[in-house]
């Protein structure tokens, strides 16, 4: 049954235009940090719209039957790592402030459903290793941006915290790549 709703059409597309709109919206949020970027940074530091522009790609071409696996393994390890990171920051941020703006618990909702999201599809990507590989360096390479070069997302009651969230982001990327890894080449193999 969630195979069937995955993969009709006229869900895909509703899918497709929620996060080409959410993909938007979060580049938008993040014009402020944007600007006072240097530009060889640029195109790492809207970590959460870039993984879901990843998604809203596979959604496209997903919709016309057809697989981009080094979309799908970029989608599938972004979409799960900054739905995850900005759960936990924004879980933090209520922790350390005591409270938490509506737009904190939207986005809290908002990137959960984006990990979820990237989970569910995983029966239709076709990623093999060399997709994750390119997936791994991409976050891997994304984490030194934000924690060697300073162009994490700004949450300023969590400045203080940024090595340890720098050391959380790490291995949240490993373990995404593990997930990655598991719930597709594994899987893939395993049915060879």
Known sequence: MIRYILSNKIFIFILFIVNLFGTI???????PQLEI??????IFVPDSPTAS???????????FGR???????????????YGTWAVVMNLLTLIIDGSLSPAGYMLMFSHAG???????YTPFYKI???HLVVAGIWTLHNDVIDYVFGMMPIYSSLTQYMERIGYFT??????????AY?????KQNKLS
């Open 128 to 130: 093999k290793m060399r």
């Open 170 to 179: 790490f291995w949240l990327s490993i373990a995404c790549l593990f997930l």
């Open 114 to 120: 984006m990990a979820i999201q990237a989970v569910l």
């Open 53 to 63: 522009l990843f998604f809203t790609i596979f959604l496209l071409f997903f919709l």
């Open 25 to 31: 919206y979060g580049y938008i949020w993040y014009l």
């Open 182 to 186: 598991w719930l597709t080449v594994r």
């Open 67 to 81: 697989n981009v696996p080094y979309i799908e393994a970029l989608g599938l390890v972004t979409l799960v790592k």
């Open 37 to 42: 970027t240097p530009d060889i940074f640029l």
